[in-house]
């Protein structure tokens, strides 16, 4: 049995949850505190991704956000080039480059971003971890503290600790609203009387309370049970793919040093048995027992293990990034035919978002017929068609719209506001007639061709269908 997890028999490691027991309550994980050269290197990762992570809702280019994503006005702003319903099918070739980036990463590298980059990870463990850390001491200072009644002590620690989960969950909050809203209206609602924007203050309360939760008592559950990624890792990862992995070549059989003892008929390997790798682990797992979906690349068993390595004086890496292939046969083998599939199908994808985004229009429009209205007869033999029309100005500056009809025996006659010149990212709606002899009439339904104009110019032609009575 794992000296760690008592109720996890190591043949059954992959058909259960180091963090479930047998009768399934929760089987709490207290990670020891880690150390050394991969830890030291993720430390200051994560201050630079934080870093950028805060600081994304106040970069501004020519005074307007570089990266905003509202989900309630459907627009959205990546690296500076807003981005409206229009455009979906442009916002789908950057999330199919995304994910097929992370998978060509993950077939090469395996889980390094949950390891390195993932938010989930970054705040679990550079920040909400440490600060527990801080307050509760170690590994074994936490379940002490957590077996205790409720005293003096323990309410004074977990009261310090909540109420700095709960500020870090506010900020969060605030920083997430902000990508979401624009760091503007985020101002406004912390300006403001909740009363006054009440749907802000719920979702503010709302995020807070989601966050507080993952990070306070969730935890390593939103890996194992609610991201998709682990799963998927499955059936991604071969024999080439570079994991953090333990030598089982160099490391078995395993076994205690011990003094003035005579040495064993059968020769030990490096691995001394200290179970100090899952002691680290923040999901629990035994590295020990090969590639799981549990485990995140974290590093701390490679940090932990090349100390126990050193100490008994024996080679590091006994825990490392390395591959099935590479353990076993002893050479590595990064570019296979998956990879170059993989490789090739995102250069493809790349290639056409490039291109549908060089040949994107600044200005789009949307016409259709009036709803429930088919024709109206005029004096004079004229008849007319109402319709409505949406306009969308995707640039940061004011433009100045208009329709005309290509065929000169149609006219337009707006209704309402003739004025039709729309201020940078905005969308405009407006009705307008087309009108047309009867006498010219020939066929009940027929295509109208109307040209959009941007500034005096010509820049897309819009079909739409006109319907009339044959005289």
């Not at 009867?438 to 295509?447: A, G, L």
Request: glycine fraction near 6%.
């Amino acid at each position: 049995m794992s000296k760690n997890n008592p109720h996890i028999q190591p043949e059954r490691f992959r058909d259960a949850l180091a963090t479930v027991k047998e009768d399934g309550k929760r089987n709490w994980i207290y990670p020891k505190k880690v150390s050394g050269k991969f830890y030291r290197w993720r430390t200051y990762l994560s201050w630079v991704l934080l870093a950028v992570l805060f600081a994304g809702p106040f970069i501004q280019v020519n005074g307007r956000p570089w990266l905003l994503f509202n989900i309630f006005e459907r627009k959205f702003i990546v690296f500076g080039a807003v981005f409206w319903p229009q455009d979906t099918y442009l916002l789908i070739f950057l999330l199919l480059i995304f994910v097929l980036f992370v998978i060509l990463f993950t077939v090469v590298f395996g889980r390094v971003f949950c390891g390195w980059a993932c938010p989930q990870t970054l705040f679990m463990e550079m920040v909400f971890r440490k600060i527990e850390y801080w307050i509760e001491g170690d590994a074994n200072q936490q379940r002490k503290l957590n077996a205790m009644p409720w005293n003096g002590e323990k309410i004074r620690k977990k009261g310090v600790k909540m109420t700095i989960f709960l500020l870090i969950s506010l900020l969060i909050s605030h920083t997430v609203m902000a990508y979401l809203i624009g760091i503007d209206r985020v101002m406004e609602l912390v300006t403001q009387s909740p009363a006054e924007n009440m749907a802000g203050f719920i979702g503010l309360v709302a995020f807070t309370g989601i966050f507080l939760f993952v990070f306070s008592w969730f935890r390593e559950q939103a890996c194992l049970v609610v991201c998709p990624y682990g799963r998927l890792q499955g059936v991604l990862l071969d024999n080439n793919s570079i994991n953090v992995a333990y030598d089982y070549v160099r490391g078995e059989p395993r076994g205690m040093i011990r003094k003035n003892e005579a040495a064993s008929s059968q020769p030990l390997g490096d691995c001394v048995d200290c179970t100090l790798c899952i002691q680290v682990c923040p999901t629990g797992i035994d590295i020990r027992n090969g590639v799981q979906m549990e485990c995140v690349n974290c590093t701390a068993c490679i940090d932990v293990c090349d100390e126990v390595m050193e100490k008994v004086d024996r080679p590091k890496g006994l825990i490392r990034y390395a591959s099935e292939t590479s353990i076993k046969e002893g050479f590595q083998k990064l570019v296979t035919s998956r990879v170059k599939g993989y490789t090739v199908l995102l250069l493809i994808l790349i290639s056409a978002f490039v291109t549908l985004l060089a040949t994107r229009t600044d200005l789009d429009a949307t016409v259709t017929r009036f709803r429930g209205m088919t024709y109206q007869e005029r004096e004079a033999g004229i008849v007319s068609n109402l319709y409505e029309v949406t306009f969308i100005n995707k640039t940061f500056d004011r433009q100045q719209v208009a329709l005309q009809p290509e065929d000169d025996r149609y006219r337009i006659e707006l209704v309402g506001d003739t004025n039709w010149n729309l201020e940078g990212q905005t969308k405009f709606e407006g009705r307008f007639f087309v009108t047309k002899e009867q006498e010219q009439i020939h066929v009940n339904q027929e295509t109208v061709t109307l040209l959009l104009l941007q500034n005096g110019e010509v820049i897309k032609k819009i079909k739409t269908s006109f319907v009339g009575p044959v005289k």
